[in-house]
């Protein structure tokens, strides 16, 4: 299973919509995450399962989509949200992760 | 708290071996499914390895890039998650992570990372 992540770069303002598209080469039964990753870190759990987020993360980020479009969507842009996002499947293996988006400053 | 710790990394020429190590803390190792997933340098992350846990008899899955050459194991005594890495390729350069999965279809916790470097 392939995914695609569009666009491969964005570039916001603090306090903007950010919308990151994350597309299936075929059906993946929901079982898609979003992760945040900051230069020289670990990436960390945003969302799972397509729509849940994960215990700690600003209610500002959220997911949604079904079948093989699925999208992350960050509402008012916070400084410390300036990072590269990357969705990734888990309906069998292998598992795949997306290219990345890269969120900077504009 | 819950922490994954990485060891072992380093410089190796191709076709050397190396042998990854990762300490769990703060969470009861032996019922999760572990993970390495990578990060070639500049790249996006790669899944490498499962192992489940012994309800699902740790049976193991890997990459096809790794298949062959990466051996994962774990021991749920001393809390550790290991990979064995064999005939390694100047491609196999990457920051390798261990990870947990959540049992919700999700990686949770991520170790801090280890850098092995293959290169003559």
């Known amino acids: 299973i392939q995914l695609t992540q569009s666009p491969s770069s964005l570039s916001a303002s603090v306090g903007d919509r950010v919308t990151i598209t994350c597309r299936a080469s075929?059906?993946?039964?929901?079982?898609l995450t979003w992760y945040q990753q900051k230069p020289g870190k670990a990436p960390k759990l945003l969302i799972y399962e397509a729509s849940t987020l994960q215990s700690g993360v600003p209610s500002r980020f959220s997911g949604s989509g079904s079948g093989t479009d699925f999208t992350l969507t960050i509402t008012s842009l916070q400084p410390e949200d300036f990072a590269t996002y990357y969705c990734?499947?888990?309906?069998?293996?292998?598992?795949?992760f997306g290219p990345g988006t890269t969120v900077d400053i504009k | 708290e819950v922490q994954l710790m990485e060891s072992g990394g380093g410089l190796v020429q191709p076709g050397g071996s190396l042998r990854l190590s990762c300490a769990a803390s703060?969470?009861?190792?032996?019922?999760?499914?572990m993970d390495w997933v990578r990060q070639a340098p500049g790249k996006g992350l790669e899944w490498v390895a499962r192992?489940?846990?012994?309800?699902?008899?740790?049976?193991?899955e890997y990459a096809a890039s790794v298949k062959g050459r990466f051996t994962i194991s774990r021991d749920d005594s001393k809390k550790s998650l290991d990979l064995q890495m064999n005939s390694l390729k100047t491609e196999d350069t990457a920051v390798y992570y261990c990870?947990?999965?959540?049992?919700?279809?999700?990686?949770?916790?991520w170790g801090q990372g280890t850098v092995v470097t293959v290169s003559s």
């Open positions: 990870v947990r999965d959540s049992r919700d279809y999700a990686f949770d916790i």
């Open positions: 075929q059906g993946i039964n929901g079982h």
């Open positions: 192992i489940r846990n012994k309800a699902s008899r740790y049976s193991i």
């Open positions: 703060g969470f009861t190792f032996s019922d999760h499914f």
């Open positions: 990734q499947h888990l309906n069998g293996f292998p598992f795949t």
